[in-house]
């Protein structure tokens, strides 16, 4: 199972980036698909994720109501779509993906990970 992040990027606080994973149609239907990031000495945390190709997401409380998971069926990918970002939201960004569908918020239970994209947030 291939997943490729791509769309990260400096961006001024109060600003917007679109986060891209990657990955085939199969994955897509068959793997609920989400985020993690990892800041500067901080360990991993769950940010989004989207299960049953979309019909069931989930964000962690620090990104609700600014990031919006969502597939983009043309594309073939799961984008995070995030705005009125924060120096805090500044981290290696990371999708994932869970053949189980479990919907875990623990990194722990993702066996399949992408290379990660750097979002940078300046003040």
């Known amino acids: 199972v291939q997943l490729q992040a791509s769309g990260g990027g400096l961006v001024q606080a109060g600003g917007s980036l679109r986060l891209s994973c990657t990955a085939s149609?199969?994955?897509?239907?068959?793997?609920?698909i989400g985020w993690f990031r990892r800041a500067p000495g901080k360990e991993r945390e769950f940010v989004a994720l989207?299960?049953?190709?979309?019909?069931?997401?989930a964000y962690a409380d620090s990104v609700k109501g600014r990031f919006t998971i969502s597939k983009d069926r043309a594309k073939g990918t799961v984008d995070l779509q995030m705005n009125s970002l924060k120096p805090e939201d500044t981290a290696v960004y990371y999708c994932?993906?869970?053949?189980?569908?479990?919907?875990?918020?623990?990194?722990?239970?993702?066996?399949?990970w992408g290379q990660g994209t750097q979002v940078t947030v300046s003040s």
């Open positions: 989207s299960r049953w190709s979309g019909l069931s997401t």
């Open positions: 149609e199969r994955t897509l239907r068959a793997y609920a």
């Open positions: 994932v993906g869970d053949p189980k569908q479990s919907g875990s918020n623990s990194a722990r239970d993702y066996d399949y």
